[in-house]
């Protein structure tokens, strides 16, 4: 009797996984259309495919999040649960706002912010030649997808590998664009090639750390990490060795100290709308990641991470806050602020309290609710940044925008609330956020924290300060002053609905608290 | 459900404000006036159902996972600083009818018209407001107008003084955002997370706590009553902002350390602030003698209008925290009359100024030669500024003392000292400009006499100040419903005379 190997096909949860196929889906499409529609139709098949794709896998993702009760899928890999459909939510949010700043093509004279021909050599005769032929990457959108895919699933993996795993499929698409910016080619090459060796490091380290952890606990489950730890038994070094290597693939993506030295010259290098997607994306997805590895899987250990994380947060705080206030170059500025906002991030993690008595706001749904006012004000702010050009390129130098007050009041209006949004300012959205990681760190027993963490407010009101200042108490000068020009409906669409939202959420953010607070459990 | 009047009353500004920064135009200036004096008559209906006790309390659930309520009400302490906003907006703009229009002017009157009816709107707020999450948004909201109207007009140094203005406040009112975050972990430790200034009271806490959380009010609110040591941004945002601005400023806008001293501070911590108490007389002591003798020594009129202000935030200090029902009464009074007094001064100095084109005291003489009627508005907002009885500054400097006296004569006796140098700074700065031979200068720069916009802009204050020195019953027995509400709630009791009574 011949015995055949059986292999049993594994049940996949279909409707509950629609959201992520959709995206692949839609990016796997885009590589067709690439293929097979000719040129000239394919920007806009290409743009509208990618914005389809994000609206549709928001819909599905919403839907599930009413009707589905939280449970894992996919062999256990994933874990689809309250704080999977919000961080799925916030991140394709921000995917559909990417859409529409990639798409943007009215600024700079019908050109797009990405390279026409990203292989020529930049200065090179092809590259004229390309431009001459109004070439452009409409690859740019399929890319984003599979980024977008690649940080859905980091968010709600519920197993060391596929963390690993979704890492990679996110980074290397962003790696990509952050090389194709048109302008200053060079600067973004260089930009791409120090993400790119920097990420791979930090993710090998992450994978050493990972592996570690599974010879602490003979698994990649977070729930068997959990258990091993709960139980005491395994060497005590080799946990403690993995979870402080796990960390720093996280702490890098979400840009903490001392991870961070790659964000100014990659904020700075890409193209504007990779960058806004790169500032307020790649954060929410790391930091989903964080949350899960850390309460989920090292829960147990949280007496030992409370305290690396407030010692890193107060550090990334201190340096981002510090080093934006010498900032000269706005795009770089926002870097620092990125930085610095890893920081107050890190405030609300290190609090770590779950809803019980007299806690009705959990540390989950506050640090969801500060990525979520911090993304809107990130892509109001460089949809903005796109808007003031000069001589063809974007202007990023603050001297571009003295006098913006007075030649522009409603851009310098809308840029000021971005600006209060991300120091803070009540009324804004930015406040609330702030008030609810600081809360929730208080609550989590982190008082002293909460202290240094408004130190460092202050300290970083003076950066936002800074641009405000300048558009509106500063002569132009003509020799570096900025105009804005008028983009198409995309990036109207952007700046007004984050304007809007910055202001709602900062005078009525119970709904949406409410929403985030009921979804704040995580299953293992 | 009835007329949501405080909240009509916070909006009507904003909503001004909304439409002049969209208007462009001269007809601009009268559309704000028409809001700041609907504002006017809304407040003045607001304090008056409130004298009579009409129930005026709005309460909406606002963030619940945070326990904050969207909650405004008037005590008789609210209703007087809402009544004194009220007066002062409409008073501002009629004197800087004309702010734009300098050279120098980097913005429009519309401008400094829409940024105090938006100023307006949140102090409004701030008076109102019995949640600590909307006091503090709205506290700080103050903020970003403020930080517009000294930046945007006056004199050369305005965006360094306007810099100045804002980190002392910013770190102020960060300092107390840890406080509002600690108010959440103590009411939510206690089981019902709650900003309510009422539910926070007899919230159990511990010592330590409470005390850390009181220091964090403290700190904010003595920023903005500028006490001496936190007060350096004021005396340069004065010198370098246009009067209406420093008036809108010290009157209205530095109230809000008083008021919150009195409302959150003594309410909410009782403990730590007895604890407190002996060090925070001290401090307002040297308040008092400190700004006095600045003022005696300041050679830039603005500067010196400033420094008697913060001799004056001193004794309202020293009045709230002596804790009997008379010094209260007459702090919640001096902050009425200190608003109006100051304005008086402000304005007419800035009239002065305007037409002389400096502001040092010794570019002036002889004013009273040249323009009689506004030497003697001077002389009037001096005396009222120097307490002279028939002025409401008396009555209510004189409540400060008497109360205060029954527990700690002591620092009463020296706190007196100050009443003697006010009479000192502002009799001398009187002398000196408009008294002696007329200076060449003057008599080439100030050609003419009030306008009548200018007479209309200090009538009413003058008017109010003389009223409430002669009739001072029916704004007083405002004042003292919060008093005695505040003692009851601190658990405080007056001081039994010691005097004996004689025989009869």
Redesign the interface.
């Known amino acids: 009797m011949i015995n055949v190997l059986e292999i049993a096909a594994p049940t996949l949860e279909w409707g509950l996984l629609s959201p992520l196929l959709v995206i692949l889906g839609g990016a796997c499409l885009g590589v067709l259309i690439e293929a097979v529609a000719p040129r000239e139709m394919r920007y806009v098949l290409q743009s509208a495919l990618a914005a389809l794709a994000v609206v549709v896998a928001f819909g599905l993702t919403t839907l599930n999040w009413i009707q589905a009760t939280p449970q894992l899928a996919a062999v256990d890999l994933l874990a689809l649960d309250g704080p999977t459909y919000v961080f799925w939510a916030l991140l394709l949010i921000s995917g559909l706002a990417a859409v529409a700043l990639f798409a943007e093509r009215a600024l700079g004279g019908g050109q797009s912010a990405f390279a026409s021909s990203a292989a020529t050599v930049p200065g090179s005769p092809l590259e004229r030649e390309a431009d001459a032929l109004h070439r452009e990457h409409t690859e740019i959108f399929p890319l984003l997808l599979f980024s977008l895919f690649g940080m859905m699933i980091f968010a709600s993996a519920n197993d060391s590998l596929t963390v690993f795993v979704a890492v990679e499929i996110f980074s290397l698409p962003l790696y990509l664009l952050t090389g194709m910016a048109r302008r200053r080619r060079l600067l973004s090459q260089e930009a791409a090639l120090k993400y790119f060796l920097l990420g791979s490091l930090a993710s090998a380290i992450m994978l050493y750390g990972i592996s570690l952890l599974y010879g602490f606990a003979g698994g990649f489950k977070f729930a068997a990490i959990d258990q091993a730890i709960t139980a005491g038994a395994g060497s005590m070094p080799l946990l403690l060795t993995g979870m402080l290597l796990t960390s720093v693939g996280l702490l890098f993506k979400i840009g903490a100290v001392p991870f961070h030295i790659w964000t100014p010259d990659v904020y700075m290098g890409a193209p504007s709308p990779v960058t806004a997607f790169m500032a307020v994306a790649t954060k929410t997805a790391a930091v989903a990641a964080l949350l899960r590895v850390f309460y989920v899987a090292l829960g147990g250990l949280q007496w030992n991470w409370q305290l690396l994380f407030a010692v890193v947060a107060v550090a990334t705080m201190l340096l981002g806050s510090t080093m934006a206030l010498a900032q000269n170059d706005i795009k770089r500025l926002l870097a620092y602020s990125a930085i610095a906002h890893a920081g107050f991030i890190l405030v609300g993690v290190v609090g770590a309290v779950a809803a019980g008595?007299?806690?009705?706001?959990p540390s989950v749904?506050a640090i969801a609710f500060y990525l979520f006012t911090y993304g809107i004000a990130t892509f109001g702010a460089f949809s903005v940044i796109t808007m003031l050009r000069r001589a063809g390129g974007e202007a990023n130098s603050l001297e571009a925008w003295k006098g913006l007050g007075r030649s522009n009041p409603v851009i310098a209006t809308l840029m000021t609330l971005f600006m209060?949004s991300f120091a803070g300012?009540?009324?804004t959205a930015g406040?609330?956020g702030?008030?609810?990681v600081?809360?929730s760190a208080?609550?989590g027993g982190y008082?002293w924290l909460?202290?240094v963490a408004?130190?460092m407010?202050?300290i970083a009101?003076f950066f936002y300060?800074k641009v405000v200042?300048a558009m509106?108490?500063q002569d132009a000068d003509e020799e570096s002053v900025g105009t804005v020009e008028t983009p198409s409906l995309w990036t109207w669409s952007v700046l007004v609905v984050s304007a809007v939202a910055t202001l709602v959420l900062g005078l009525?953010?119970?709904g949406v608290?409410?929403l985030l607070?009921d979804a704040a459990q995580f299953i293992r | 459900m009835p007329l949501p009047l405080l909240t009509i009353l916070a909006l009507v500004p904003l909503v001004g404000s909304l439409v002049l920064f969209a208007v462009k135009g001269p007809a601009a200036r009268l559309i704000g006036y028409g809001f700041a004096l609907t504002t006017a008559v809304l407040g003045v209906l607001a304090t008056v159902l409130q004298a009579r006790g009409v129930p005026l309390a709005e309460d909406v659930?606002?963030?619940?996972?945070?326990?904050a309520h969207y909650a405004l009400d008037l005590d008789g302490m609210g209703a007087l600083l809402v009544l004194m906003t009220v007066i002062l907006v409409p008073v501002v703009m009629l004197a800087e009818w004309r702010v734009g229009e300098q050279p120098e002017s980097?913005w429009s009157v519309n401008a400094f018209f829409a940024l105090t009816l938006m100023l307006q709107a949140f102090a409004l707020i701030v008076f109102m407001a019995s949640d600590i999450?909307l006091f503090?948004?709205?506290?700080?909201?103050t903020?970003?107008p403020t930080y517009?109207l000294i930046?945007?007009f006056g004199g050369p140094k305005r965006?360094a003084a306007a810099?100045k203005f804002?980190?002392f406040s910013?770190?102020g009112g960060?300092?107390m955002?840890?406080a509002?975050?600690?108010v959440?972990?103590v009411t939510?430790?206690?089981?019902?997370?709650s900003f309510l200034i009422n539910d926070l009271v007899g919230t159990e806490m511990s010592t330590a706590t409470a005390r850390w959380l009181f220091a964090g009010f403290f700190f904010a609110f003595a920023v903005k009553a500028p006490m001496a040591g936190l007060h350096t941004w004021l005396p340069d945002a004065a010198e370098q902002s246009t009067p209406g601005t420093s008036t809108l400023l010290v009157g209205v806008l530095d109230k809000i350390g008083t008021f919150g001293m009195l409302k959150i501070c003594l309410v909410a911590f009782p403990e730590a602030s007895a604890w407190a108490t002996p060090a925070i007389l001290i401090w307002a002591m040297v308040s008092v003698l400190y700004g006095a003798f600045m003022a005696f020594g300041a050679k830039d009129l603005l500067r010196l209008v400033s420094y008697t202000s913060i001799s004056h935030f001193g004794f309202m200090v020293f009045g709230i925290f002596a804790l009997t029902t008379q010094s209260i009464s007459g702090s919640i009074f001096y902050m009425l009359n200190h608003g109006l007094s100051t304005a008086a001064l402000f304005l007419v100095v800035g009239f002065m100024i305007r037409r002389r084109g400096s502001q040092h005291i010794d570019a002036f003489g002889g004013v009273q030669k040249v323009a009689p009627v506004l030497t003697g508005v001077l002389l009037l907002a001096g005396l009222s500024a120097l307490a002279l009885p028939g002025m409401g500054s008396f009555v209510s400097e004189f409540l400060v003392m008497a109360g205060a006296w029954q527990r700690y004569p002591v620092q009463t006796a020296i706190i007196t000292v100050g009443m003697v140098l006010a009479a000192v700074y502002v009799l001398r700065m009187y002398k000196t400009t408009t008294s002696g031979p007329v200076t060449d200068q003057v008599a080439e720069h100030i050609t003419h006499d009030l306008s009548s916009r200018e007479k209309a802009v200090v009538a009413p204050l003058l008017i109010l100040l003389i009223v409430f020195g002669f009739v001072p019953q029916p704004v007083l027995t405002m004042a003292d419903d919060t008093a005695v509400q505040t003692m009851a709630v601190v658990g405080a009791e007056d001081p039994a005379p010691q005097v004996q009574e004689g025989n009869r």
């Open positions: 008595e007299g806690v009705n706001l749904a209060l300012i009540p009324l406040f609330v702030k008030l609810a600081f809360e208080w609550v008082g909460v202290l408004v130190v407010s202050v009101a300060l200042v509106w108490f009525i953010p119970g608290l409410t607070t | 659930a606002w963030i619940p996972q945070i326990g980097r999450l503090y948004m709205a506290f700080e909201a903020l970003i517009f930046g945007g965006q810099l804002l980190i910013l770190a960060l300092v955002l840890v509002v975050a600690g959440y972990a939510a430790a206690a089981g019902n997370p």
